[in-house]
């Protein structure tokens, strides 16, 4: 059974910085693209980054570029987001996923909420 265990979330004040932590279990880590999706207070869920499991390539959102980094230890199945200079409109829940192409499976963390204000 795939479980996720996701830390780092917090209220910090704008300008501010936190580290996001999703460690995997239940799946063979390094077969997983892993990657980030956010969610704010009514808002759609809007993927924030994503690395490759393949050549560890990332893509992210336009809103947080040069901003957050993602990044993955395979030894540790664990995936990261380092997230610097956060505004309030970064406020929101932040989710991990995994996913596999073929066969197609996707799994979610249980998210860990991220506050921006001062």
């Known amino acids: 059974q795939v479980q996720f265990v996701e830390s780092g979330g917090g209220l910090v004040q704008p300008g501010g910085s936190l580290k996001l932590s999703c460690v995997a279990s239940g799946i063979v880590f390094r077969l997983y693209e892993m990657g980030w999706y956010r969610q704010g207070q009514g808002k759609e869920r809007e993927l924030v980054a994503r690395?490759?499991?393949?050549?560890?390539?990332?893509n992210y959102a336009d809103s947080v570029k040069g901003r957050f980094t993602i990044s993955r230890d395979n030894s540790k199945n664990t995936v990261y987001l380092q997230m610097t200079s956060l505004k309030p409109e970064d406020t929101a829940k932040y989710y991990c996923?995994?996913?596999?192409?073929?066969?197609?499976?996707?799994?979610w963390g249980p998210g860990t909420q991220v506050t921006v204000s001062s």
């Open positions: 996923y995994a996913v596999k192409l073929a066969p197609f499976t996707r799994s």
């Open positions: 690395i490759s499991n393949i050549d560890t390539s990332t």
